[in-house]
């Protein structure tokens, strides 16, 4: 430390002895390898379904756009929709595309389904009978009522593993309307 003083001291470098000392990696060469996280999205198993969701809020509140993707175990996209979702905060954002795909899921009673979403929020709370903010308590009664009816399992992901509704999502905010794609062959073949 007396050796960062001095050179401190005779330097004027403008960081403190401990800000040196933390820093000391840029002096030595001596960097930690950091490992990239790669993951992909992957199919649910044969005859179970998958549904991913995201929502985004450009700005807390601000412009928010939704969107759900329904796939098969081969893949095969059954429904996907992205729209804007109006003035909202993130969670609104997240919460809003969780309860429309439980909504369309429930309809169609194709089978086994496999929740996905980044939003570790919305996932906790449709998990949950008392959490979640007071303004999306109408919203969080329907996910959970709807929970019980098609008894899905829940999966909070890594934000690459949702890259197609996360784009499709903000795609969704930049639009004045709602897009839906439904692959009505498919849905019969259930």
């Not at 007396?2 to 403190?16: D, E, L, Q, R, V």
Request: neutral net charge.
């Amino acid at each position: 430390m007396a050796i960062i003083a001095w050179a401190k001291a005779k330097t004027g470098i403008p960081y403190s002895v401990g800000d040196i000392l933390r820093m000391s990696h840029s002096v030595t060469g001596e960097y930690k390898r950091v490992e990239k996280i790669t993951t992909a999205w992957k199919p649910p198993s044969e005859g179970f379904f998958k549904f991913n969701f995201d929502g985004c809020s450009f700005g807390n509140p601000g412009a928010g756009g939704i969107s759900d993707v329904i796939r098969d175990g081969n893949g095969n996209t059954i429904m996907s929709f992205s729209g804007p979702a109006g003035l909202c905060d993130a969670n609104e954002a997240e919460a809003r595309p969780l309860l429309f795909g439980l909504r369309w899921f429930n309809l169609h009673k194709l089978g086994p389904l496999i929740v996905e979403g980044d939003s570790s929020n919305s996932i906790a709370w449709a998990a949950s009978r008392c959490a979640g903010p007071w303004k999306l308590t109408n919203i969080l009664d329907e996910i959970r009522d709807l929970m019980r009816s098609i008894h899905p399992q829940l999966v909070h992901m890594h934000r690459s593993m949702n890259s197609t509704a996360d784009a499709l999502a903000k795609d969704g905010a930049r639009r004045a309307h709602m897009d839906a794609i439904v692959d009505e062959s498919l849905i019969r073949d259930c």
